[in-house]
Nanobody, 122 residues
Framework: QVQLVESGGGLVQAGGSLRLSCAASGRTFSRYAMGWFRQAPGKEREFVTV???????YYADSVKGRFTVTRDNAKNTVYLQMNSLKPEDTAAYYCAADFDLRKVIRGETDFWGQGTQVTVSS
């Protein structure tokens, strides 16, 4: 099992940037695929991005070219650099983990952080 804690959310104007962090517990962190999801009020949870244990990445079309996911296995931490933020990016952002990258992409993992709120003003 793994415990996840997100941080770095806040209020930012459109066009601005934020960097989210997801700190994970456990010695097996480097073996997990790590994903980011977001959920706005009244909407279903939406896949944002995933990074494999080897560093391969995949992004939702809505964030391609603006968001970048990286990981630092020595620090047991995954980052989400968010640039050119838009009001429609406003949501609670969650990280997720699983040994199976496919489960992360599908949002089928049981390991989730508590979320961090990102609000983008016009």
């Amino acid at each position: 099992q793994v415990q996840l804690v997100e941080s770095g959310g806040g209020l930012v104007q459109a066009g601005g940037s934020l960097r989210l962090s997801c700190a994970a517990s456990g010695r097996t962190f480097s073996r997990y695929a790590m994903g980011w999801f977001r959920q706005a009020p009244g909407k279903e949870r939406e896949f944002v991005t995933v990074i494999s244990w080897s560093g391969g990445t995949y992004y939702a079309d809505s964030v391609k070219g603006r968001f970048t996911v990286t990981r630092d296995n020595a620090k047991n931490t995954v980052y989400l650099q968010m640039n050119s933020l838009k009001p429609e990016d406003t949501a609670a952002y969650y990280c997720a983990a699983d040994f199976d990258l496919r489960k992360v992409i599908r949002g089928e993992t049981d390991f989730w952080g508590q979320g961090t709120q990102v609000t983008v003003s016009s």
